[in-house]
């Protein structure tokens, strides 16, 4: 196992390469500079802010300073937040947005696969067909559309959750809720289609011969193997999870790395684009790590090919 962690760990590296390289020229290839949307600037402080900043440099300079930062750990000063840097920043922003995402990984999956095992303990009956219908739906309706039914009906009509905002426990429940629902759904439909699959192998048959109730065999003996599809699907969901964080802190006014990510977009603030971007390749590789780590673990036959 040690060696499985490794290799991929040595694969990460050329990746957060490839992606802070890209962005790096992607930005500055964007039409607009970080101090164009200020006020009329005089072509002589413009000139001095960018001699402070080293944007009057040629680019391959620019880019060997940013590589070297890098490697240092340093992400660059803020351009729109004066004597902070993109360390501070990002630090200070990224927690929320963690804990958002693994509120929603938490619904999700808590949801999903209770759902979809429970649907295929009874297949074809009304408890079946009524999660596959509300699966289908869920899947069907994206997370702008039902973060603002969440908000009129728990929110203004019920009074029970604010409706912006990070500060208490129940600032929490509704950009959770929006953002774990939307993929809750595809996890009951792909843990109820593989149970549907384990449900009919000869260790199952087995399982019920000795008199172990229908309950115990389904939950006990088949979801591990049926978990293995669920978890290698949750390693992009993740990832989805952490991106789709931009929309729902945005619209629930969340304190976290997404807006200021988007708001950073929009100011053309190089070194915050970069630094951000850099932050969630690396927290998205090391969720498909830990995903990697867990179907191995699921499966042990992955496990003895890697030896």
Same mark, same amino acid.
């Given at each position: 196992?040690?060696?499985?962690?490794?290799?991929? !760990?040595?694969?990460?590296?050329?990746?957060?390469?490839?992606? #802070?390289?890209?962005?790096?020229?992607?930005?500055?290839?964007?039409?607009?500079?970080?101090?164009?949307?200020?006020?009329?600037?005089?072509? !002589?402080?413009?000139?001095?802010?960018?001699?402070?900043?080293?944007? $009057?440099?040629?680019?391959?300079?620019?880019?060997?300073?940013?590589?070297?930062?890098?490697?240092?750990?340093?992400?660059?000063?803020?351009?729109?937040?004066?004597?902070?840097? @993109?360390?501070?920043?990002? /630090?200070?922003?990224?927690?929320?947005?963690?804990?958002? =995402?693994?509120?929603?990984?938490? @619904?999700?999956?808590?949801?999903?696969?209770?759902?979809?095992?429970?649907?295929?303990?009874?297949? %074809? #009956?009304?408890?079946?067909?009524?999660?596959?219908?509300?699966?289908?739906?869920?899947?069907?309706?994206?997370?702008?559309?039902?973060?603002?039914?969440?908000?009129?009906?728990? *929110? /203004? =009509? /019920?009074?029970?959750?604010?409706?912006? =905002?990070?500060? =208490? *426990?129940?600032?929490?429940?509704?950009? #959770?809720?929006?953002? %774990?629902?939307?993929?809750?759904?595809?996890?009951?439909?792909?843990?109820? %289609?593989?149970?549907?699959?384990?449900?009919?192998?000869?260790?199952?048959?087995?399982?019920?011969?000795?008199?172990?109730?229908? %309950?115990?065999?389904?939950?006990?003996?088949?979801?591990?193997?049926?978990? @293995?599809?669920?978890?290698?699907?949750?390693?992009?969901?993740?990832?989805?999870?952490?991106?789709?964080?931009?929309?729902?802190?945005?619209?629930? $006014?969340?304190?976290?790395?997404?807006?200021?990510?988007?708001?950073?977009?929009?100011?053309?603030?190089?070194?915050?684009?970069?630094? *951000?971007?850099?932050?969630?390749?690396?927290? /998205?590789?090391?969720?498909?790590?830990?995903?990697?780590?867990?179907?191995?673990?699921?499966?042990?036959?992955?496990?003895?090919?890697?030896?």
């Amino acid at each position: 196992m040690l060696w499985f962690v490794f290799k991929r !760990v040595v694969a990460m590296i050329p990746v957060v390469w490839v992606v #802070s390289t890209l962005v790096f020229f992607l930005v500055r290839f964007v039409p607009g500079g970080p101090f164009d949307l200020e006020r009329s600037l005089p072509e !002589v402080v413009r000139e001095r802010l960018d001699e402070h900043y080293g944007l $009057n440099s040629p680019l391959a300079v620019q880019y060997a300073r940013y590589l070297g930062n890098l490697l240092r750990g340093d992400l660059g000063p803020s351009y729109k937040y004066p004597g902070w840097s @993109v360390n501070e920043l990002v /630090l200070d922003r990224a927690g929320v947005s963690l804990e958002l =995402g693994l509120w929603g990984l938490m @619904v999700a999956v808590g949801l999903g696969i209770p759902a979809g095992a429970g649907a295929a303990a009874r297949p %074809g #009956s009304w408890w079946d067909r009524g999660l596959t219908g509300v699966a289908t739906v869920g899947i069907c309706v994206p997370a702008f559309v039902l973060g603002p039914l969440l908000i009129w009906v728990f *929110a /203004l =009509g /019920l009074g029970w959750f604010n409706a912006l =905002g990070w500060d =208490g *426990a129940g600032d929490r429940v509704l950009p #959770s809720l929006t953002l %774990g629902l939307v993929f809750a759904a595809p996890v009951a439909r792909l843990t109820r %289609g593989s149970m549907m699959e384990v449900r009919n192998q000869d260790y199952m048959r087995t399982a019920r011969a000795k008199g172990l109730g229908w %309950g115990r065999v389904c939950f006990v003996h088949g979801l591990r193997n049926a978990l @293995v599809p669920v978890v290698t699907y949750l390693g992009p969901a993740s990832a989805g999870l952490i991106s789709g964080s931009f929309v729902i802190e945005t619209m629930f $006014n969340v304190p976290g790395l997404g807006k200021l990510f988007v708001m950073s977009a929009f100011n053309r603030e190089y070194t915050m684009i970069c630094g *951000a971007a850099l932050f969630y390749a690396v927290v /998205l590789l090391s969720l498909n790590l830990a995903v990697d780590v867990a179907v191995a673990w699921l499966n042990p036959k992955m496990r003895f090919a890697e030896r």
